[in-house]
């Protein structure tokens, strides 16, 4: 999975609880993305990083807020979960932010909100 | 605005015999094509992309996609399906800092 690791792989929690998920990359990409699939949905774009400290909202941002520290570290930050966030996060990563760059994503992490 | 639509939720196709994966799309502007595989508790594995000149792409695994502009087509094929071929198979196009999915093709080989 191209030298992306996600933390915790699987996790189960409560509503209304804080939850953090973290994804490291060992690639060096500039750019980091958050992206949440769900049946019928395909993968949709939560957030995304086109650096340190520099961020930006997705399409389905409400509810979630991200982190980067640093250039292998990208944090995404459920503040109080709902069970409508249930679902599987994916990371990727990519070179630049260029339509035509291909990203590479993690292994993935199942988020179960009861 | 970048869509695309993949029209079956299920293809079955016998091993040994050729199999497509339909996709269309919508885009402003040139179309950069993408095609993903994703496997049983997996992530998403990166086939092959178009971005321009030949329409046949040839990619990993021995599958290759065929890029039509005036029936704004990307169709995912393969010659000799495997049993191990049997997978979610995602088609996406590329927008600025962003990848827009289908909804996913699920294939099963059947033995």
């Known amino acids: 999975d191209a030298g992306i690791t996600q933390s915790p792989r699987h996790k189960v929690t409560e509503t209304g609880t804080p939850v953090t998920l973290r994804c490291h990359q060992t690639e060096n990409h500039r750019y980091m993305y958050w992206y949440r699939q769900d049946p019928g949905h395909g993968l949709r774009l939560i957030h995304y990083?086109?650096?340190?400290?520099?961020?930006d909202k997705g399409e389905v941002s409400d509810g979630y807020s991200v982190s980067r520290s640093k250039t292998e570290d990208f944090l995404l930050t459920l503040e109080s979960a709902t069970s409508s966030q249930t679902s599987v996060y994916f990371c990727?990563?990519?070179?630049?932010?260029?339509?035509?760059?291909?990203?590479?994503f993690g292994p993935g992490t199942r988020l179960t909100v009861l | 605005a970048q869509s695309v639509a993949q029209p079956e939720d299920q293809v079955n196709v016998a091993e040994g015999n050729p199999l497509t994966v339909k996709c269309t799309y919508s885009?402003?502007?040139?179309?950069?094509l993408f095609w993903y595989v994703q496997y049983p508790n997996r992530g998403l594995q990166f086939l092959l992309k178009?971005?321009?000149?030949?329409?046949l792409v040839k990619g990993s695994y021995g599958f290759e996609a065929e890029f039509n502009k005036s029936q704004t087509s990307f169709h995912l094929k393969k010659p000799s399906a495997l049993v191990s071929d049997s997978a979610l198979y995602f088609c996406?196009?590329?927008?600025?800092?962003?990848?827009?999915f289908g909804t996913g093709t699920r294939l099963t080989v059947i033995p």
């Open positions: 996406a196009v590329g927008g600025a800092n962003n990848l827009f």
């Open positions: 885009v402003s502007g040139n179309p950069y």
């Open positions: 990727a990563i990519s070179e630049s932010g260029l339509a035509r760059d291909t990203q590479y």
């Open positions: 990083s086109y650096g340190v400290k520099d961020t």
């Open positions: 178009y971005i321009t000149g030949d329409n």
